[in-house]
């Protein structure tokens, strides 16, 4: 691991105002992601600034009935919570279908969001990847890449997002919420938070440099049965090879956004008009633009069939 | 590249060097820090409660809490597998809860309390987990046994406060203390001896429901 120096920040001011005097630096809270990354010199802050202290541990109802969830709630902590488990449940499944206990104890809603893709070939430093090095090359296309995105992939990048949680939020119109450096505040739809690769996949998100995430706000419950199916080698303690968070009403109608597919948690509200058709039709317009690699065509079966289980269930 | 790395090269060859951990000793007691020598830029003190214990060290900022309890405080009966949080040998309670003591930085637990075996139990005075663990024998090999107990340990507070799991299958209710529930909460300690059975007998016995019970 690279050397580098820290501090420990005791106001959301102080946090920002440190990220922008310091060349290099990032923000640290669980570090179940970054410390892994920075193990392997793939990240190599040279400045960490903890915000642990800074007060975001909330889950607090907001005035148009909605929730707002402190950026530093732990994973457990807002799967357990008794209102998430009631109106939100698809985002309780989603974080208890993530990690491990132990992981989910100490990484943060914001960190969550942040995680960086589980692609073999951005981990592994000696092979190219334009994520982790802009301009060397992928070495996934053309490579081991059965896990990889099938929709809203570019020439340059077909890596997925490996959260769970973000996959939910997604389909709950989450926002999120943060501090400028400059001071000002933002909120980022999720639908805009992560990006699609294009020819910069490197850039991950909607934020600036050193812009701290301080909640995410969920609206009002929208009622409804809620369904998060996680399909992966193992029964636990994998990423989704294929992710369903799905939001059914009792007329049919609904939301539906997948995991494991993209650069991002995908949905496509148009393609939710279809869900009274059924899973085929659904997943037609889901992945209508698909282009999947030599390993991972399987997934666009594989979506169908998850949506069509959840589907039933819901009828159930 | 000092003589602390030719010291863990020593006692543990297949470690890489270069790893996280200081080069300054470990300190106990209190006060002494301004003595320890400066030996890097990024050296940092910490207080730790340790098993009960007021540790004060001085650490370089790359150290891992594992390498802080293992190599500066000399408690090894947390080990070190993976060192990437995909195995859970380093599974240790920070106030109370269990986390992975390899992905944290020891300097981000300013005055918490951490528990290891060894805070657990001792030889003659062995934690019901750690008898439990004896009594099935939930071990092969035994290096994974401490994170697998302190996990454990962690497993019964969480299901006790009333946390869901992946296979709780009424979210709003209280979780049940099947083998699925126990199967799936310690999924992130890996036995590759495959004493998996005995282990969940063996929480089953700790947390006074039946053994095998339903799933």
Known sequence: MKSFSYERASSPAQAIAAAARTPGARFIAGGTNLLDLMKLEIETPAHLIDVNGLGFERIEPTDDGGLRIGALVRNTDLAAHATVRRDYAVLSRALLAGASGQLRNKATTAGNLLQRTRCPYFYDTQMACNKRQPGSGCTAIGGVNRQHAIVGTSDACIATHPSDMAVAMRVLDAAVETMRPDGTRRTIPIADFHRLPGRTPQVESALARGELITSVRLPAPVGGRHFYAKVRDRASYAFALVSVAAIVQRDGTGRVALGGVAHKPWRIEAAERELPRGAGAVTAALLADARPSEHNAFKVTLVERTLDAVLADARS | ?215
Request: hydrophobic share 40%; charged share 15%.
């Open chain 2, 1 to 215: 590249m000092t003589t602390h790395d030719a010291f863990r090269i020593s006692r543990r060859g297949l470690l890489k060097a270069g790893a996280a951990s200081a080069s300054v000793p470990a300190l106990s007691g209190a006060s002494t820090a301004a003595a320890a020598p400066a030996a890097t830029p990024a050296a940092t003190p910490v207080n730790l409660v340790v098993n009960g214990r007021p540790r004060l060290l001085v650490l370089d900022t790359r150290t891992s809490l594992l390498d802080a309890l293992r190599e500066h405080l000399h408690l090894t009966g947390t080990k070190k597998g993976c060192d990437h949080g995909q195995c859970g040998a380093c599974t240790v309670l920070v106030d109370g809860r269990r986390i992975k003591s390899c992905l944290t930085l020891a300097v981000m637990h300013e005055g918490a309390a951490v528990t290891t075996i060894e805070g657990l139990g001792q030889p003659g005075n062995l934690h019901p987990m750690q008898a439990a663990f004896v009594r099935h024998d939930g071990y092969q090999c035994g290096y994974c046994t401490p994170g697998q107990i302190c996990s454990a340990v962690g497993v019964l507070g969480e299901i006790e406060q009333g946390i869901p799991s992946h296979v709780s299958s009424d979210l709003t209710a209280r979780p049940l203390l099947s083998a699925a529930e126990l199967r799936e909460r310690m999924s992130g300690n890996i036995c590759r001896c495959g004493a998996y059975s005995n282990i969940v007998d063996a929480i089953t016995e700790v947390a006074g429901a039946n053994p095998g019970g339903k799933a």
